[in-house]
């Protein structure tokens, strides 16, 4: 549905039509039907694949709402599903019934559906801090993945198939993943706070309780030696990112 949607967004654009426009709407209406919980929830404002599932491979929700205008559900999974991935690590599903959770294989796929939602969202609100977690995400083809390899091949423009595990990388480059890994980081390389993150590595992520309030939080280090902290608060389901004096206060507690 979210691809028919962005199709749909797109010929209004081109062709605007009252019958179209309400179609849009409708469309987005029954994605945002499809989203459950919050930061502190289960399953965490995610939206949903099937009623049963959850899975990340073209679930492109947040970028349709986006662009046809529906910011509210959009911002919702950005806000509260998007920081667990980007601090905990990337999941190929989540089982809504059973809440387990597969963390493989992890795809081009996947990782562009949250890096290009995160990406519209900064245009739809010009909230900074929807540019640099785009730029998070995008560091997946960088090397900030769970094997620690780059997924991405500038010299030619490869985009690789997949994570099997910590120490399985298919080198395949299919079409699929060479276009969607290229799409990912296009979008990226276009809004220096988003392009400024994209070399990012990840220390481990840390559980803490600070001032009477449970965060779960992940400090990010460029390739200039600049860093940036995702905060998850999940006592009051906000997020923060923190750099320079207000990361150093946050991690000494202050």
Known sequence: ??????????LN?????AALKTMIDRF???IAMM??????????GAHASWVEEWHG??????????????IASAQREAIHFYPRLLIDGWL????????????FEQIAYA??????????????TGETRYAQMAGLAASWFTGNNVAGVAMYAPAHGYGYDGIGSPTEVNYNAGAESTIEANFSLLEVERHPAARRWLTAKGAPPVRVEKGGKQYAYRVFTNDRNERLGLALNLTDETIELLEGEALTAFLDGQ
């Open 111 to 124: 990782t562009r559906a949250v890096t290009v939602g995160l990406i519209r969202l900064f245009e739809a």
């Open 28 to 30: 987005a209406e029954g």
């Open 1 to 10: 549905t979210s691809e028919l949607l962005l199709g749909l967004v797109a």
């Open 92 to 103: 190929h599903s989540i089982n809504l019934s059973t809440r387990g959770t597969r963390p």
């Open 13 to 17: 654009k081109a062709y605007p039509d």
């Open 35 to 44: 989203q459950w919980g919050s930061a502190n929830t289960f399953p965490y």
């Open 57 to 70: 491979w073209g679930n492109s929700q947040t970028q349709a709402l986006a662009e046809a205008g529906h």
